[in-house]
């Protein structure tokens, strides 16, 4: 049994395929008839996936690892663990996702041992992936939301620790709810972005506030940027490779473009590349724009 995902632009049309009872595959390939419904989580039956966990080899036995991540997410079947590190996990969509995040957040704690939280403001080492070489001139240099006291380094409680891809970080950033919520909870964080992780700590604004707050703060975030990885889409435009003309007209077309789709898109600016961060229906509409602009075909 396979699993075809498909997209419409308009909410009306993809309503009317669902209104439908019956569809069935092409008349070559045979009267098969299809089972089409609403996207869910649920869509994805079965995944799989292969971990590298030898990036966590000197800071624990292998093997604990693996028994841990079974007892937490019992769902899953795991294979046995290889002397390389690898090991093959199967199991439904949201028990791969709840293992992803169970790993970002180890990796992310391991990070965390001999050092207090720090601001995205302040200048800390930064990793040779692509994901980071964010260039000066990007259009969205997320400013911390840290008072100047916890900048300096004079705040190092983390009430609670959150870990988000940093995708779904800047576009929650760029959409107005990160900060709001804290505003309304008066909960401080602390943000670090590491590659494809960013890692936040959060914490009450004052004494005396309710406990919970950090907490509620955290579940609200995760819940939302939950929503987002099934409503986001990302599109890049390499820069490497192209003559300089070639490039110059990519560039030009996103920063205009970039204005035009501000309060729908993310539009992030790098020395290599040029990502474009929303719906799936505004990222091909902007791609489209950008490939007229510079007199190309979409492919």
Same mark, same amino acid.
């Given at each position: 049994?396979?699993?075809?995902?498909?997209?419409?632009?308009?909410?009306?049309?993809?309503?009317?395929?669902?209104?439908?009872?019956?569809?069935?595959?092409?008349?070559?390939?045979?009267?098969?008839?299809?089972?089409?419904?609403?996207?869910?989580?649920?869509?994805?039956?079965?995944?799989?996936?292969?971990?590298?966990?030898?990036?966590?080899?000197?800071?624990?036995?292998?093997?604990?690892?693996?028994?841990?991540?079974?007892?937490?997410?019992?769902?899953?079947?795991?294979?046995?663990?290889?002397?390389?590190?690898?090991?093959?996990?199967?199991?439904?969509?949201?028990?791969?996702?709840?293992?992803?995040?169970?790993?970002?957040?180890?990796?992310?704690?391991?990070?965390?041992?001999?050092?207090?939280?720090?601001?995205?403001?302040?200048?800390?080492?930064?990793?040779?992936?692509?994901?980071?070489?964010?260039?000066?001139?990007?259009?969205?240099? !997320?400013?911390?939301?840290?008072?100047?006291?916890?900048?300096? +380094?004079?705040?190092?409680?983390?009430?609670?620790?959150?870990?988000?891809?940093?995708?779904?970080?800047?576009?929650?950033?760029?959409?107005?709810?990160?900060?709001?919520?804290?505003?309304?909870?008066?909960?401080?964080?602390?943000?670090?972005?590491?590659?494809?992780?960013?890692?936040?700590?959060?914490?009450?604004?004052?004494?005396?506030?309710? !406990?919970?707050?950090?907490?509620?703060?955290?579940?609200?975030?995760?819940?939302?940027?939950?929503?987002?990885?099934?409503?986001?889409?990302?599109?890049?435009?390499?820069?490497?490779?192209?003559?300089?003309?070639?490039?110059?007209?990519?560039?030009?077309?996103?920063?205009?473009?970039?204005?035009?789709?501000?309060?729908?898109?993310?539009?992030?600016?790098?020395?290599?590349?040029?990502?474009?961060? +929303?719906?799936?229906?505004?990222?091909?509409?902007?791609?489209?724009?950008?490939?007229?602009?510079?007199?190309?075909?979409?492919?």
């Amino acid at each position: 049994m396979g699993v075809a995902y498909v997209t419409f632009k308009e909410k009306k049309v993809a309503e009317n395929v669902i209104r439908k009872k019956k569809h069935y595959l092409a008349e070559k390939v045979g009267p098969i008839q299809l089972t089409v419904s609403h996207f869910s989580e649920k869509v994805l039956i079965s995944v799989n996936a292969i971990l590298d966990l030898s990036v966590f080899r000197g800071q624990f036995p292998l093997g604990s690892l693996v028994r841990d991540l079974k007892k937490k997410i019992p769902s899953l079947c795991f294979s046995p663990l290889a002397q390389n590190g690898r090991i093959s996990v199967q199991g439904s969509f949201l028990a791969i996702k709840k293992l992803k995040e169970s790993l970002l957040f180890k990796a992310s704690s391991l990070s965390e041992k001999n050092r207090s939280c720090i601001s995205e403001g302040e200048k800390s080492r930064q990793s040779p992936r692509r994901s980071l070489q964010r260039s000066n001139n990007s259009l969205e240099s !997320p400013r911390s939301s840290v008072p100047e006291t916890a900048r300096r +380094g004079e705040t190092a409680r983390c009430g609670e620790t959150l870990v988000l891809e940093t995708d779904v970080f800047l576009y929650l950033k760029k959409n107005g709810v990160y900060e709001s919520t804290l505003r309304k909870y008066h909960v401080l964080c602390q943000e670090r972005v590491e590659g494809e992780i960013t890692t936040i700590c959060l914490k009450n604004a004052r004494d005396g506030l309710r !406990p919970n707050n950090e907490k509620l703060v955290k579940e609200y975030f995760e819940k939302y940027s939950h929503a987002l990885h099934f409503e986001l889409r990302k599109e890049t435009f390499d820069l490497e490779g192209k003559e300089k003309r070639e490039r110059g007209n990519i560039k030009l077309a996103c920063e205009q473009l970039s204005l035009k789709y501000h309060q729908k898109l993310l539009v992030n600016f790098y020395k290599t590349h040029i990502d474009i961060i +929303g719906s799936s229906s505004d990222v091909y509409s902007f791609k489209k724009e950008v490939m007229k602009f510079i007199r190309q075909t979409v492919r």
